[in-house]
């Protein structure tokens, strides 16, 4: 059973706060796997994450509804979409232990991009010249912010592409995930998604763990990463909620915050400061992104019935 809001608490300002809070806590997590992943393997990393990321989902589903809102009548699916953002938060790790927090983000703003691009080639939707032309220009940021050469393998190393590579591959199973709970998401839950995908994060991990080698957790470590799976589960409550409480455009561009604070805890911590290149990537990805956003959401207010509205 989905859980709605009434009418009276859509309120757009409090939906643009919760937005803000959870990409803020979001920056927050991938920062602290920064610094586990340095020690840490990422299926270790995402298996404690996982265990602690169910707690307050959990927890909302009770004070909202009961258990029957983490019910899905296709777990299997569910499942499979959880690998692939199991994968995506593997491609993430290794790419934050290669690369400064601003240039992965600069490189993620391309999410939306990749998501409109596929659902016209899953999906089947209509894709305007103006969102194509707003696709292959947020794609050319990317390679600025990436700028492959030789010069570039000399200044950086190699170790510093392989990063870039892996964000890319992070954010396009991040789409992936995306359009696949486009195609799922009658008759489900928003919260049965991420429950079941921080669940695929646990088993997976988990089965790695048993069978694999890993460096035991001291307890600091194991603080920082039980805080981050709590935090994780808080912020996927809160743009859950942001969404039901505001529209799609005025919560997605708040992702966009994260170069922000990605680029702050940079400076703070390991003392890296954003070139010229990913400066104007990310400006030409974070534009190309807010123009495919604002015409999606036009495209999706003109195919909305009009019977029964006051004119």
């Not at 997605?252 to 922000?260: C, L, M």
């Amino acid at each position: 059973m989905a859980f709605a809001l009434s009418r009276s608490q859509h309120t757009p300002l409090a939906g643009m706060a919760l937005a803000a809070a959870a990409f803020a806590m979001l920056t927050l997590i991938d920062t602290i796997f920064k610094l586990m992943a340095e020690g840490h393997p990422a299926y270790q990393i995402l298996f404690v994450n996982g265990g602690f990321a169910v707690i307050p989902i959990v927890g909302w589903a009770l004070l909202t509804g009961g258990f029957e809102r983490l019910y899905t009548s296709r777990p299997l699916l569910h499942l499979v979409r959880g690998a692939v953002s199991v994968v995506s938060a593997f491609c993430a790790i290794y790419a934050y232990s290669r690369l400064p927090l601003a240039d992965f983000y600069a490189i993620v703003f391309s999410g939306p991009l990749i998501v409109t691009a596929l659902s016209a080639f899953w999906l089947g939707e209509k894709i305007d010249p103006g969102r194509w032309l707003a696709i292959i220009t947020g794609f050319l940021g990317v390679l600025l912010v990436a700028h492959p050469g030789e010069a570039s393998l000399a200044a950086h190393g190699t170790a510093a592409m392989a990063g870039r590579l892996a964000a890319l591959l992070s954010v396009f199973c991040y789409a992936l995930s995306v359009i696949m709970v486009r195609h799922m998401r009658l008759g489900e839950s928003n919260l049965a998604f991420s429950f079941f995908g921080y669940v695929a994060g646990l088993v997976i991990g988990g089965t790695i763990l048993l069978f694999g080698k890993a460096p035991s957790l001291h307890m600091g470590d194991f603080a920082h990463l039980a805080l981050s799976g709590f935090l994780a589960g808080v912020a996927s409550i809160c743009l859950m909620t942001a969404y039901q409480r505001s529209s799609v455009a005025l919560v997605a561009p708040f992702q966009y915050t994260q170069i922000f604070w990605g680029a702050l805890a940079g400076w703070l911590i390991w003392a890296q400061t954003p070139n010229r290149h990913l400066i104007a990537g990310a400006i030409i990805v974070a534009v190309s992104g807010l123009y495919v956003i604002y015409k999606e959401m036009r495209v999706s207010d003109d195919r909305r019935p009009t019977t029964g509205k006051k004119l």
